[in-house]
């Protein structure tokens, strides 16, 4: 098949072509520092928004609307004269044309930046990957809030053994993710299920957290990782260490141990791997489907491309920086400089990452942070978990809404989005 160059409206700047693909924390953020400067800048992502994924919890549990933890390309560069987006999926590149194969046409460049982020990973299991749930995007947390919902909606016609079952939810995958939906999760079960499914005992709801090392967050000091599972033990989830996911099929899920519980609903958030798109040089994928980059996160065996973000395995690091939003938004900051000092012909120092801590919410007035040598917990944690993510939200108007939502659901312990509207059907989603 041929595919059209596409024309991105920024052909009358004399300057060179920046192609960005992906606009999580590392695209966006490059993108922001590129304003104005002497290059075209070109966005591609296959969605409209940027996702602000930390969040993405809250939206799958009903915290949150989706437009809340959504930024719009196109309002972002509005402003910015030598920026232009276009949705589109890539599906490969061409390194020696130095050109982007998308599912609209073709994108030439003279730089390229692979920000494509990661995608869930398990490891090579279909059956799990066809039956459990994800959270990576915001329509995979809209999955997950008309599951649960129809789920308790549900469980009004069933009966004892068949009730259990639709209301016993399990996660899988013990760090901060997992920890976030399991502590939500709970909080559902206390404030929603005792006040607005009265006919259902809160008993009959199950939350297990099953993680397959030794504790949970196990990015976290051992200290932060016993207070996450007391306070998950607190509001009544189980908490199974050491235990391995073997096989699930919609309806029972089966551990390496031979153990088995019955659940409709099981949520994987136990690993991650790269996103890279095709077109590279084998070697340049690692195992984990990242693409292995220099220091300067030049992705190594092509020319004039670059990575950053999830995507990026700097081989400074035996695997790579771990996936976060920090690493991302710093390597996106370094590459902006890096552009300058190329349109300057000066050099640059390589990227160094500097880790300012970690942090991980469970419910309410309850979260652990890590500052270096300073450890928090409880509300303070609660407080800095809120303050940190409320100011890395794009857009004043999101971090109001979101303020507010948070406030509500404080003063009236109820979850703010309780509608079906969009129902989650597995077998047309496999
Ligand atoms: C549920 C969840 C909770 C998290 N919580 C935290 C947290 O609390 N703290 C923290 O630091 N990190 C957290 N992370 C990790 C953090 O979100 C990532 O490290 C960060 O988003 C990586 O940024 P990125 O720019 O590399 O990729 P992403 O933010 O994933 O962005 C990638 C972009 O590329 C686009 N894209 C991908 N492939 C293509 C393609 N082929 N064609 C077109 N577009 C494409 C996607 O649409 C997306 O917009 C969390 C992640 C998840 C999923």
Do not use: C
């Not at 129809?150 to 013990?174: K, T, W």
């Not at 709801?205 to 607190?234: C, D, N, Q, W």
Request: glycine letters at 8%.
């Amino acid at each position: 098949m041929t595919h059209a160059l596409v024309s991105t409206g920024l052909d009358h700047l004399p300057f060179p072509t920046v192609v960005i693909i992906g606009g999580g924390f590392a695209g966006i953020t490059l993108v922001q520092k590129l304003v104005h400067k002497p290059l075209k800048v070109i966005l591609i992502d296959r969605n409209n928004f940027h996702t602000f994924q930390p969040l993405l919890y809250q939206v799958a549990t009903g915290s949150l609307a989706p437009d809340n933890i959504g930024f719009p390309f196109r309002r972002k560069i509005s402003n910015m004269s030598n920026v232009a987006f276009r949705k589109a999926e890539v599906e490969s590149i061409d390194p020696q044309e130095k050109t982007v194969i998308t599912s609209k046409g073709v994108f030439s460049y003279d730089y390229l930046v692979l920000a494509t982020g990661s995608k869930t990973n398990f490891y090579g299991n279909s059956q799990l990957e066809k039956n459990a749930m994800q959270l990576k995007s915001i329509s995979q947390a809209l999955d997950i809030r008309s599951a649960f919902l129809q789920e308790f909606e549900n469980a009004m016609y069933l009966q004892d053994n068949e009730r259990m079952a639709a209301l016993n939810f399990v996660v899988v995958g013990g760090g901060p993710t997992g920890v976030e939906v399991s502590g939500a999760l709970a909080e559902i079960r206390k404030n929603i299920l005792t006040q607005e499914y009265k006919e259902v005992g809160v008993q009959q709801m199950h939350i297990t957290l099953i993680e397959a090392g030794p504790r949970v967050l196990s990015g976290f000091s051992e200290k932060s990782s016993e207070v996450a599972t007391e306070y998950l033990e607190e509001m009544g989830v189980r908490v199974m260490v050491n235990h391995r996911v073997k096989k699930y099929n919609g309806e029972k899920l089966v551990l390496e141990d031979g153990s088995e519980l019955l659940t409709k609903t099981v949520i994987w958030s136990a690993g991650v791997m790269g996103g890279a798109v095709e077109g590279f040089p084998k070697e340049t994928y690692t195992k984990n489907n990242r693409l292995s980059t220099d220091a300067y996160l030049r992705v190594k065996g092509v020319q004039d491309i670059f990575a950053m973000g999830d995507v990026a395995s700097v081989d400074t690091e035996p695997t790579g920086h771990p996936m976060i939003a920090p690493v991302a938004i710093q390597q996106a900051h370094w590459l902006s400089l890096y552009f300058q000092s190329l349109v300057q012909s000066q050099s640059i120092a390589p990227f160094v990452f500097h880790d300012k801590g970690s942090m991980a919410t469970i419910g309410r007035n309850k979260a652990v942070v890590e500052f270096g040598p300073l450890r928090f917990q409880g509300l303070v944690a609660w407080y800095i978990w809120m303050f940190v993510h409320l100011v890395s939200l794009i857009g004043f108007k999101n971090r109001l809404v979101v303020l507010f939502h948070w406030a509500m659901k404080y003063f009236s312990y109820k979850n703010v989005i309780h509608l079906i509207v969009r129902p989650y059907d597995q077998k047309k989603s496999l």
